[in-house]
């Protein structure tokens, strides 16, 4: 950490002595550099792939991909979707960046950090990216505040959450382009590709940074009938067939794009990058009478977990005119953190980090130019309103894992983590555990909330969901809970009103573009044996509606034939605690699910 300081320090100085700025590239210079497309696919983990053994999944582009390129064996991401979204985008822990869970107001990334589109664009790139955000819904947290020229991207961190388009099913959905609503037509993933390949007809021409943080395999486990049915006759569940069809549509589409940039003369000055944002979720089944279905590569552990089945992925890179070593693997400790100054050193860009990294460039280990990295980095399962130092931890070098400050694993020797060889090694555990003390340390004074901004000019009226509620209990996170109504006691947005005046506030039971009244009892969607059902909404019978910003509290009637309740009132600048909730018949409070709110 000092050595970062001090580098920071030695480079500002230089600045000022030189009364400089960063310098912008040449059009030559931009010219000549590389293109780079990540592509992370959601919830598939290492085990899910033909070419790590799994003999069901049918994977044959990836593996074929896998073959060609230089493969990281001991890559490594954070245990959940937000906080490897949130690592990849800046080069810091999420811990650092109120990214360390999926829902409750803690995965809205800081709008004071640095994302990787943000300097790519800088230097002369054109930045897209099409999928999964789950950075945060509302200004400036979106895609497109932070560096993406073109996002395409559904709401929340799933398709059918809660902040996502009503409705919506993974079929002919209805997706934000830049904030704005737009219809497609096609399974999810095959949209997030075919729009990629129309942003490369259209920005091909200069260098390109491509993000395709794709939304499969999560949960539901929606997928065209006839992926589910290439795996009829494998020893899984229904469930597990759906999850590996998921994956085979994302490989036909790999396919399709790895042959498109070929066919364009793309291929070779293109830096692809493949791999996932935590271990799998559906990969492998454990039977209550002991039986085993599907693989896991021998990992111990599957999303969430702090052992290695939890964040331990699949990670491919190619780069046919680089210097980077193809059909070959390094076993070398590496982690998603380390992307934003890896791709910026390969592509000779200028980075100066403004805040101190978690994450280092491993450049000189793609090229070969360096054998060993001398780290250890920390990965951890939050998950709850703020991080908790020593909560689900996992201190980790290339070889060795510490859990929890109590177990200690050798990986290269026992990769399932089955013997906890601590007791063998104190001398270790003392070393990785004061490494980990150091670097709580370091991040206690970045643990904070984001707070979303109501009256500015570029955000007026906002709408916020109670996905981004803080509270410690479950929340609603996905439409069949707010079709169920599910009750929730009392937490807060953390807000901030840009300027004094007056508020208008829209407490909404549905979303807004569904059209339904607060008391309205949405229809069911029947499903499939491929979709999911979406059950009948159930009617809440509100009477009053409240909002209350810290000791403020404001009250409204309500009529129920009505899509929502309307409250006025004065607010001062400055930082709040909202609550907005209804109140039915039988006294009991419902939170707003949806509230819009919009300076007059």
């Known amino acids: 950490m000092n050595k970062m300081l001090v580098k920071g320090v030695v480079l500002f100085c230089v600045f000022i002595a030189f009364g400089c700025k960063e310098k912008a590239p040449s059009q030559d210079e931009v010219a000549t550099k590389p293109n780079v497309i990540i592509i992370m696919a959601d919830d598939q983990g290492y085990g899910d792939l033909g070419h790590h053994g799994n003999p069901w999944i049918k994977t044959p582009n990836l593996d074929t991909f896998a073959q060609g390129s230089l493969e990281l064996t001991n890559f490594h991401v954070g245990t959940t979707c937000a906080p490897t979204r ?23 990334l800081k709008d004071d950090e640095e994302t990787i589109a943000q300097v790519f664009a800088k230097n002369g790139y054109g930045t897209a990216m099409f999928g999964k955000w789950h950075l945060g819904d509302n200004y400036p947290f979106r895609p497109h505040d932070r560096g993406f020229q073109h996002a395409l991207y559904h709401g929340g961190g799933g398709i059918n959450q809660t902040p996502d388009y009503w409705n919506n099913d993974y079929f002919d959905d209805t997706y934000f382009r830049n904030g704005d609503p737009e219809k497609f037509e096609g399974y999810c993933t095959d949209v997030w590709f075919r729009e990629a390949t129309k942003f490369l007809e259209e920005e091909g021409q200069k260098p390109f940074f491509l993000y395709l943080p794709l939304n499969a395999a999560h949960g539901p486990f929606n997928v065209p009938e006839g992926y589910a049915k290439l795996y009829k006759n494998a020893p899984l569940t229904d469930l597990q067939r759906r999850f590996y069809g998921m994956i085979t549509n994302i490989d036909d589409n790999f396919g399709k794009l790895v042959a498109y940039l070929k066919e364009r003369k793309l291929y070779d000055n293109t ?16 039977g209550k009478n002991g039986e085993v279905m599907g693989y896991n590569a021998g990992l111990r552990g599957t999303k969430g977990s702090h052992y290695d089945g939890g964040h331990k992925v699949p990670f491919f890179i190619s780069w046919p005119n680089g210097s980077i070593a193809q059909g070959t693997t390094n076993n070398e400790l590496t982690a998603h953190v380390d992307l934003l100054p890896t791709l910026t050193e390969l592509a000779g860009i200028p980075f100066n980090e403004k805040k101190p990294l978690d994450g280092t460039s491993v450049a000189k280990i793609l090229t070969g130019q360096e054998k060993n990295i001398n780290r250890m980095l920390v990965i951890d399962t939050q998950r709850n309103q703020l991080p908790e130092k020593g909560r689900n931890s996992c201190v980790m070098s290339t070889n060795w894992r510490l859990i929890d400050g109590k177990e200690l694993y050798n990986t290269l020797d026992d990769p399932s983590q089955a013997t906890n060889v601590a007791d063998r090694y104190p001398e270790i555990v003392l ?10 340390t370091s991040i206690e004074p970045d643990i904070g909330y984001a707070e979303i901004p109501f009256g500015h000019p570029d955000a007026n009226p906002t709408l916020i969901t109670v996905h981004d509620m803080h509270t410690d209990d479950n929340i609603p996170w996905n439409q069949v809970q707010i079709r169920e109504a599910k009750a929730l006691p009392e937490g807060f947005y953390s807000i901030k009103v840009e300027e004094s005046g007056r508020y208008r506030f ?16 949405a229809k069911e969607i029947k499903g499939t044996a491929y979709i999911k059902t979406l059950p009948e909404g159930r009617a809440i019978q509100p009477i009053k509606a409240t909002i209350t910003l810290n000791d403020l509290k404001l009250e409204g009637k309500v009529n129920p034939e009505q899509p929502f309740a309307q409250i006025e009132g004065e607010l ?17 409070q419902i939170p707003a699910y949806y509230t819009l709110i919009e300076k007059l």
Not at 431 to 440: A, E, G
Request: with cysteine.
């Open 86 to 108: 949130a690592g990849l985008m800046t080069g810091r822990n999420a811990n650092r960046n109120n990214a360390w869970h999926t829902i409750a107001g803690c995965s809205i």
């Open 271 to 286: 830096i692809i990058v493949y791999t996932t944002d935590n271990g799998t979720a559906a990969g492998i089944n454990y």
């Open 431 to 440: 070393k990785m555990q004061d490494f980990y003390d150091s670097w709580w």
């Open 506 to 521: 829209k407490l909404y039971r549905y979303p807004p573009e569904s059209g339904l009244n607060l008391n309205a009892s």
């Open 572 to 588: 001062e600048k400055g930082s709040f605690k909202l609550f907005s909730a209804f109140t039915n018949k039988r006294g009991e």
